[in-house]
Every structure is written in C-alpha cells, then in structure tokens.
C-alpha cells in the first residue's frame, strides 16, 4: 500500500502529475464522446470552470504557473496500448464491445486542445473551446488539477509527522463511514469521487478501502485508470452536458422542448440495460416526467441529482405508477452532495419500494473537513460545464436555481419553454 503522507511530503510534479492519464477521467466521458462522435462531432462548444465557492480564492492559493505545468501536461497524454485494448476488449456493463473500433481509433490518436487561462479578482477563468469531440474531455481533469493544487498548497507546509496524522486521522474517518454503511442490508454504492477529489492517490486509496471493507456492496468506480488498474467495474451513464448542448443547437422553442428527449431517443440507438437510466433536471424534472414519451417509462431508471433525494425518488415512484409501470422492477440513483447520514436515510425511506443506489462523490474522496487550518483542506463546490454551443449560450436550470446556468433573459425564455414555476433553493455544498 501507498504511503500517501511520504509521497505528499516528497511531491514533484514529475513523479506525482496531478492527471496520470487519459483515462483518469469518467467512464460517463467515454460514453457521452461515443455519441457526440457518431452525431454532433462538428458542434462547437464552449467549457468554462465556475466556482461556486466564491470564498475559496484559487488564484491566491495556486500559482499559476504550477497551474500551466499541469494543463500543459495532461496535453501530452495519449492512451497507452494497454488502455487501448482494455478500452477494445474489456466487458462494460455486461456487453463485450462497448465502443466501436472507429471510435477507439480517433480516441488513440487525440490530443486535449488547448485552453484559455485568465486571473480575475482572485478566481481563474479557465475556458476551453473547439470541437465538441475534443473539448467534453477537459472537464475532468481541468476539475481534478485545480482541486489537487488547491490541496497541495493546504499541504506543502506540513512536516512529515503532521502529514502522517492528517492521513490517519482521514482514513479512521473514512473506515468508520464504511463500517457504518456495510451495516446496511442490499447496498448497492459506487464512487463517483474524481471530480472534486483531494488527489489521485487518495481517490485511489478510498476505493480500495471501499472494495475490501463493503465487498459486494461496493458496485464499482466512476474513474476509468482506477477501474483498469484495480480490475473492478467501471460505473456510469450521461450528464447535463448532452441536453444542454442539444438545447442550444435547437432552431426554435418547439424543437428546444423536445430536446431533452431528442438527446435520450439517441442515446437509448447506442446503450441498452443499466446505461438507460434518465437524468430528467436540466430543465426541470416534474416537466420533463410529465411530457416524456412513453417509451421513456420502459427504461430502467432515474438519476436524482439536484432535488432534495426523498422528494425526486417519490415524484419518480409516483410518475412509474402513472405509466403503469411497477416501481420495484426500477432503479433510482441518487448521486448529489451524499454522505453517510443522508445515505443512512434514503436507504430507510425506499427500502422494499424501489431498486436503488448511490453514486458517492465529493465526502468520499475529499472529506478532510476540519483537519487543516482556515478550513483550506474542505471540499468546495466548484464545476466546469458547457457555456455555449455554435455561439449559442447554453442554459441550466435544474430542480435547485442555485445551480442555475446561463444569460438570465436565457434562463427567463427556458422557464417560459418548460413551464418551470416556482422551485426550492437548496444549499449548494460541493
């Protein structure tokens, strides 16, 4: 086993980049690229890193420097022949060839395309644009190099003792929320923790801790390096991405309202099982539950992302009845902001009513809450999503405004296409 607290006390970006890989990224990318290669390759998009957390000063605690070395780097990256033919060759999901040669062959010979890097009033403005295809693949890493540089500089102070003890006392803390959640009968958990995580190597040692302290529980992980390297499933379906980009490419309000559906009728061309799982809050999801098609209710599952867990999982239950289809043969990911004591509870509330599991992000790879000074080492909330597409802003609205997106006379028109009302404000934490 690693010993994280030596290699954190001797980093170099040489022996330590942030990004090892291109397949230290989502297994939701590689899924979503396959579908953009086969239809909308030649859209032009815009990414652009937003923090939430205005609090957190990243231009102050980053140099920017250090901040282009690891951009720069991850530039250099190409899938190794190894990746490659784990990518060719391994069973995703229970189907052999989950990606087709042609689109493994662009993916061996591409390169992330440059990016665009400003400092403004202590925050980076960190923007990517180019093709769709080349773009959608700066997400990851671009989140996983700013949230490690921002842990690295909490940690480039400590001596070796004091890093030791901050790594224990994390992994005590993580053990006993595994110890707490293998209590918990038919628990279906997976990490989906690259994003905003604390480090590669700490993602990395979470899963592990994850594998052997839950067993079977423990369904797989989001990260694709991981996945290969510790020979476990590599999880994941679609993201906000899709609908927003199709959104914005519509010619006008009719067509912008079903494009939400336009963009699930071609992914369901391309994936089948436990990929068909709906993530209806780009633009609401009491709308989109009730002017869906009906072939929408044959798919396996919901995600529940931005509404409050036990509110989305009921309206879900309720619209399955409705179709007159019968909750228990379907599936409910809940996957937003989770940890232990809200796990603990959505696993009470639906026990026995509904097949469900849990995509467990941002408090199992970064949860060092309370261990540093001046709260530098807690997760923050920050994201990189797509701006415009074809010069067209694109637009957010989710089940929570306070993860609204986009030009507000935009916002205003989506609200009017999608008949959204009044919404809850949540707490937006990670």
């Known amino acids: 086993m690693i010993d994280i607290a030596t ?18 990224t989502d297994f939701y990318k590689l899924l979503m690229a396959q579908m953009i290669f086969r239809r909308q390759r030649d859209a032009k ?41 784990w990518l ?14 042609e689109f493994i062959a662009w993916l061996e010979k591409f390169r992330l395309p440059d990016y665009t890097l400003e400092e403004k009033d202590g925050q980076y403005e960190l923007t990517f644009e180019g093709p769709w295809l080349e773009t959608t693949f700066w997400e990851i890493p671009a989140l996983a190099i700013l949230t490690e540089l921002r842990s690295r500089a909490a940690l480039k102070h400590m001596g070796r003792f004091e890093l ?50 839950l067993g079977n529980a423990f369904s797989g992980t989001s990260n694709c390096l991981i996945s290969l390297r510790r020979e476990m499933e590599a999880v994941g379906t679609n993201a906000h991405e899709l609908p927003m980009v199709y959104a914005a490419l519509a010619p006008d309000d009719k067509e912008l309202m079903q494009a939400p559906y336009h963009v699930l009728s ?35 599952g919901i995600r529940v992302d931005s509404k409050d867990p036990i509110v989305g999982g009921e309206e879900a239950i309720a619209w399955w009845k409705s179709r007159g289809a019968d909750p228990r043969d379907k599936l409910i990911v809940f996957s937003d902001g989770l940890d232990v004591p809200a796990i603990k509870k959505i696993h009470a509330h639906f026990t026995g009513r509904v097949r469900f599991a849990f995509g467990w992000g941002t408090m199992l790879t970064n949860d060092f809450r309370g261990f540093a000074h001046d709260a530098l080492l807690d997760p923050f909330s920050i994201v990189c999503k797509v701006v415009s597409a074809n010069d067209t802003p694109t637009v957010k609205l989710s ?27 949540r707490e937006v934490v990670v």
């Open 7 to 24: 290699r954190v006390y001797n980093h170099s970006w040489k022996i330590d980049p942030i990004v090892r890989s291109l397949l230290d």
């Open 45 to 85: 998009v815009t990414f652009s890193i937003i923090n939430r957390s205005k609090h957190v000063r990243l231009a102050d605690l980053i140099d920017v420097e250090e901040l282009r070395e690891q951009l720069d780097h991850v530039r250099t990256l190409s899938l190794t022949r190894g990746e490659s033919t």
């Open 88 to 101: 060719r060759g391994n069973m995703f999901y229970g189907r052999r060839q989950m990606f087709e040669p």
């Open 164 to 213: 030791q003890v901050l790594y224990a006392r994390s992994m005590a803390r993580l053990w006993e929320k595994v110890e707490e959640l293998k209590m918990l009968p038919n628990l279906q958990i997976a990490d989906f923790g690259t994003r905003r995580r604390h480090s590669f190597l700490w993602q990395d040692w979470c899963v592990q801790a994850m594998q052997e302290g």
């Open 266 to 300: 071609d992914w369901q061309e391309d994936y089948d099982g436990n990929l068909l799982v709906i993530l209806p809050d780009t633009y609401g999801t009491t709308g989109f539950l009730k002017n869906a098609p009906p072939w929408l209710s044959k798919w396996t």
């Open 399 to 425: 089940d929570n405004p306070a993860k609204a997106l986009g030009p507000p006379e935009e916002i205003e028109r989506y609200k009017r296409v999608f008949d959204v009302g009044e919404q809850n404000v």
